[in-house]
T-cell receptor, first 116, second 109 residues
Framework: GAVVSQHPSWVICKSGTSVKIECRSL??????MFWYRQFPKQSLMLMAT?????????EQGVEKDKFLINHASLTLSTLTVTSAHPEDSSFYIC????????????FGSGTRLTVV | GIQVEQSPPDLILQEGANSTLRCNFS?????LQWFHQNPWGQLINLFY???GTKQNGRLSATTVATERYSLLYISSSQTTDSGVYFC???????????FGRGTSLIVHP
């Protein structure tokens, strides 16, 4: 079945530094990738949608300059949290789909970010 | 966008019990998926089920698209079934899924 690999699984960084999270589709070409943020005991909050080779579409209230998303190929998307602050600490999850949800979504394993 | 309501929000079971989780949509959906988020945060795809019934082991799901709901059945629950169950769907021309708030399940041994 479809597999999405997300790295790192967890990361601790100092305030002011940047952190990059990678999301790779291992056995299929992901035309669309999504980035979510999840707070404890809450549902997934969509941050942005990215299509290969084009700029990401950010949801309202998500700072595009803080959360840089790059989808350079059909198998790789990255999320960079720039100048991280403690309030950016959260669980970030990516997902990918082959064809506009017609085949369903596959999720990465998530990244636990802690900013100290 | 569509609204997704999941019930119950919390569920506690004894191992071996059966349960039914429900997902209601405010509008007709053309794609629907059920996920299980384990205690480590990993989201596992359970069913892609825009309509009809599917079964996978002790789990089965039924979607009645015309009545805007989907059900997830868990039979003979095990402690490893613990976690949060989410449903998500798309509607109309949107390909961006809307998630419910989830059902938190705890199965005691």
């Amino acid at each position: 079945g479809a597999v999405v690999s997300q790295h790192p699984s967890w990361v601790i960084c100092k305030s002011g530094t940047s952190v990059k999270i990678e999301c790779r589709s291992l056995d299929f070409q992901a035309t669309t990738m999504f980035w979510y943020r999840q707070f404890p005991k809450q549902s997934l909050m969509l941050m942005a949608t990215s299509n290969e080779g084009s700029k990401a579409t950010y949801e309202q209230g998500v700072e595009k300059d803080k959360f840089l998303i790059n989808h350079a190929s059909l198998t790789l998307s990255t999320l960079t949290v720039t100048s991280a602050h403690p309030e950016d600490s959260s669980f970030y999850i990516c997902s990918a789909t082959q064809g506009q949800f017609n085949y369903g979504y596959t999720f990465g394993s998530g990244t636990r970010l802690t900013v100290v | 966008g569509i609204q997704v309501e999941q019930s119950p929000p919390d569920l506690i079971l004894q191992e071996g019990a059966n349960s039914t989780l429900r997902c209601n949509f405010s509008d007709s959906v053309n794609n629907l998926q059920w996920f299980h988020q384990n205690p480590w945060g990993q989201l596992i795809n359970l069913f892609y089920i825009p309509s009809g019934t599917k079964q996978n082991g002790r789990l089965s799901a039924t979607t009645v698209a015309t009545e805007r709901y989907s059900l997830l059945y868990i039979s003979s629950s095990q402690t490893t079934d613990s976690g949060v169950y989410f449903c998500a769907g798309t509607s109309g021309g949107s390909y961006i899924p809307t998630f419910g708030r989830g059902t938190s399940l705890i199965v005691h041994p």
